[in-house]
Nanobody, 122 residues
């Protein structure tokens, strides 16, 4: 079992740069990838970014590459999502997920956080 707890969401002005955190606990993360997804109102959940915990390889959806950055703190078992130059269309619930890299990128992760709302005001 892996437990994931997100934090850092809220109301942000357009152009803002919040950072989301996802604290993981439970099983060792060395065989997992952790990642971020988001789901906007009325839309399907979409993959945002992932990091292979042991190798540190990074993966991004092309549309957000350059504005969003995923990183990790091994000592804290925490993965971060730095979001820059936010736009109203970035408004969504952001979820943290963990599983093998393949399953995670397909959105088939077994482990999910509860989600954190990010609302970008224009």
């Amino acid at each position: 079992q892996v437990q994931l707890v997100e934090s850092g969401g809220g109301l942000v002005q357009s152009g803002g740069s919040p950072r989301l955190s996802c604290a993981a606990s439970g099983r060792t993360l060395s065989t997992y990838a952790l990642g971020w997804f988001r789901q906007a109102p009325g839309k399907e959940r979409e993959f945002v970014a992932a990091i292979d915990w042991s190798r540190g390889d990074l993966y991004y959806v092309d549309s957000l590459k350059g504005r969003f950055t995923i990183s990790r703190d091994n000592a804290k078992n925490t993965v971060y999502l730095q979001m820059n130059s936010l736009k109203p269309e970035d408004t969504a619930v952001y979820y943290c997920a963990a599983d093998s890299l393949r399953k995670l990128r397909l959105g088939l992760s077994e482990y999910w956080g509860q989600g954190t709302q990010v609302t970008v005001s224009s």
